[in-house]
Structures are given as structure tokens and as C-alpha cells.
């Protein structure tokens, strides 16, 4: 089992540019979270999927943020138009819905935006 | 939901173990006790959960005392690699908050040789 895999690991943009972060969670696995982690504010729940189908997006700070989940073994955070303080650490995670199931978490794509 | 309360800090002497509280006093009968850690650079790992019996696996054990109001997460024989940020949350099985854990500001772990 490869784990949940994001990717890019690493990435800077100019603010205004699009942003897009990639997903993909541990086959198998029905639920899918973005979180954001920032030394302000921690770890953020931002959106989480259910069988691909949004469920809770409460999380998303505003309409720049937009997630995707066209498959079950792909996701898409995009951000456009990027501002510096979206610079952080984005976290995917996947998990099988219920019970107290974990969520398994991948190494992270860290933005910077300048 | 119930919030937990760490201590920023703690350090432990390798091949010791390593017992980190967690307060969480206004916990409810449906809410689940999960921990996990972040090794620097990584992102969060599940260590153990319980909801009212002590549990043990390959990782740690958890203690949950009568009252469920704290519990211990138990490093048996803490080596190096177990330096880490450990982030103890409650979250109840409910169908509109299931997986939405509250990580808080966790305890950084130090293991010293």
C-alpha cells in the first residue's frame, strides 16, 4: 500500500496564478479530506468527500478555494487566484466511512505564494 | 465538541516510556478518543482511539479512566523517531461531524538520548 500520494511536494507561485494540488487517496478508501495546516491556525478541516461527492465544504475559506473528486482514486484542490495568505501546508487524507476508522494522511504539498 | 487540553511539552528519555495526558472533561458518551502524531515534515499519523475501554496496539496503549473525562496515551519504550507533535481529539460518530477531527495545538515530544 503506497499510502495517500500528493503532489506537487513543493510549490511557489506568484500570487494571482492558479493553483491546483493533487490527491490520491489509498484504494479502497470511500472518504477523502482536505486539510490546511498553518502556524496561526493549526490543522484546518477544509472539504471532505463521501463516494466523490462533496459533503461538507464549510471549511473552504472563500470562492477562490474549489475541490474536486471526479473518481475515486483522484482529487483536485484548486485556488484561483492565489493570495500569499494561502501559503501553508495542504494535507489530503483518506479513509473508509464508519465506524471510528482513521483517516490516513498524505506528506503534504507546502504552498508558498509571493 | 468536547476540546482536549495537552501540555505544550514534554520530554522523555529514550528506552523509557512516554505517557502523555489529555484532559477532556466535557466529553459526551458518543465521542471517541483518537490520537495522533506529526513528525516534522510529515503529515499526521493515527496512533490508537478508544471510547471507554483501554486499548493497546503495536504503537501505544490508551488509558481512559472511569469517568472518561482525560486519558494517557502510553509510548512503551520511546526511541528517537518518536519525537513528534501528539494531538489528542475527541469527535463523536455522528454522520454530519464523522471525520471532521478538531486537531488542537497538540504536546511536542522530545525523545534525548
Not at chain 1, 1 to 22: C, F, K, N, W, Y
Not at chain 2, 78 to 103: E, H, M, N
Request: glycine share 8%; net charge neutral.
Amino acid at each position: 500500500d503506497a499510502g495517500v500520494i500528493q503532489s506537487p511536494r513543493h510549490e511557489v507561485t506568484e500570487m494571482g496564478q492558479e493553483v491546483t494540488l493533487r490527491c490520491k487517496p489509498i484504494s479502497g478508501h470511500n472518504s477523502l479530506f482536505w486539510y490546511r495546516q498553518t502556524m496561526m491556525r493549526g490543522l484546518e478541516l477544509l472539504i471532505y468527500f463521501n463516494n466523490n461527492v462533496p459533503i461538507d465544504d464549510s471549511g473552504m475559506p472563500e470562492d477562490r478555494f474549489s475541490a474536486k473528486m471526479p473518481n475515486a482514486s483522484f482529487s483536485t484542490l484548486k485556488i484561483q487566484p492565489s493570495e500569499p495568505r494561502d501559503s501553508a501546508v495542504y494535507f489530503c487524507a483518506s479513509s473508509l466511512k464508519g465506524g471510528a476508522s482513521p483517516l490516513h494522511f498524505g506528506n503534504g504539498t507546502r504552498l508558498t505564494v509571493t | 465538541d468536547a476540546k482536549t487540553t495537552q501540555p505544550p511539552s514534554m520530554d522523555c528519555a529514550e528506552g523509557r516510556a512516554a505517557n502523555l495526558p489529555c484532559n477532556h472533561s466535557t466529553i459526551s458518551g458518543n465521542e471517541y478518543v483518537y490520537w495522533y502524531r506529526q513528525i516534522h515534515s510529515q503529515g499526521p499519523q493515527y496512533i490508537i482511539h478508544g471510547l471507554k475501554n483501554n486499548e493497546t496496539n503495536e504503537m501505544a496503549s490508551l488509558i481512559i479512566t472511569e469517568d472518561r473525562k482525560s486519558s494517557t496515551l502510553i509510548l512503551p519504550h520511546a526511541t528517537l523517531r518518536d519525537t513528534a507533535v501528539y494531538y489528542c481529539i475527541v469527535s463523536p460518530l455522528t454522520t454530519d461531524s464523522w471525520g471532521k477531527l478538531q486537531f488542537g495545538a497538540g504536546t511536542q515530544v522530545v525523545v534525548t538520548p
